[in-house]
């Protein structure tokens, strides 16, 4: 679902926080992006620093105030991401919002939203948004050890069920998102048809996702995570097969896909 065309807007640094190892929160001033967005969508940033590289970056939208300004968790990863990591203050070129945010399904109440290491900000996003308007949403988050588990910060409303789950066990259960997902929908037996799961992570997680909704005949949408060298369909860089052949593009069909679009066999080669 796009929520309106985007824009190109200079935005303000009013935050920037260390939250774990190797993870950011940056807060901006963006009332043109912050009322408009849908959950799941994206902007694509360019800092205004002398040594930011040429390319604007892609990033979801973690939290709004949905008046005037917008949140960004990031994982330092490359150059610009580091870049972004030591400013304190400053403005940003920001455009967006852009691509396919999550949807609610008429008939489904209840959401089960996954996250897997660093896919919680469009999941998070879509669960502060929406739980006053769902009978329940239960946010599962996970990675493979408790210092690597990305959790939400200041913003669950009451209404969300939050687990979380380690490979290796050391916080929360252990075991993977995709574990707790096959136990809630066996928790919700008969009550699983009036269900939606959401998620974003890694490939390998959403094809075990997409796979065990299947089998549940559950609706599963999922957020992916695909290299947008410009983010504007331009480049056809972030192409993902889909099912009955050709291919979609993260950029513009997505992020958020219908599970059942992708042909996960074929992006996994």
């Not at 190797?22 to 620093?49: K, M, N, S």
């Not at 610009?80 to 396919?100: F, I, N």
């Amino acid at each position: 679902m796009t929520a309106s065309s985007p824009r190109a807007v200079r935005s303000r640094i009013i935050g920037s926080e260390k939250l774990r190892a190797g993870f950011y929160l940056l807060r901006l001033d963006a009332p043109e992006i912050a009322r408009v967005y849908t959950p799941g969508q994206f902007i694509l940033l360019r800092g205004l620093a002398p040594d930011w590289p040429y390319l604007r970056r892609p990033f979801s939208i973690y939290r709004s105030d949905q008046d005037a300004t917008i949140e960004v968790v990031y994982k330092v990863v490359g150059r610009a991401t580091t870049v972004m990591s030591g400013l304190a203050e400053g403005e940003y070129e920001v455009l967006g919002p852009l691509g396919k945010g999550f949807a609610l399904r008429p008939g489904y109440t209840k959401t089960v939203a996954l996250a897997g290491g660093a896919g919680l900000p469009p999941v998070a996003c879509y669960c502060e948004r929406y739980v006053g308007v769902l009978d329940g949403v239960t946010l599962v988050v996970g990675a493979k050890t408790g210092q690597e588990l990305l959790v939400p910060v200041g913003m669950l409303a009451q209404g969300i069920d939050l687990r979380s789950y380690t490979e290796d066990g050391s916080k929360g259960s252990k075991g993977t998102v995709v574990d707790g997902l096959v136990r809630l929908l066996g928790e919700l037996a008969g009550g699983a048809r009036a269900v939606q799961v959401i998620a974003c992570g890694p490939r390998e997680m959403l094809s075990e996702v997409a796979r065990v909704c299947r089998d549940s005949c559950v609706p599963c949408d999922v957020s992916v995570e695909e290299m947008m060298a410009c983010g504007l369909g331009a480049c056809l860089g972030c192409a993902v097969p889909r099912v009955g052949g050709g291919y979609l593009h993260a950029c513009q069909d997505g992020p958020v896909l219908d599970a059942a679009m992708v042909d996960w066999e074929s992006w996994k080669s």
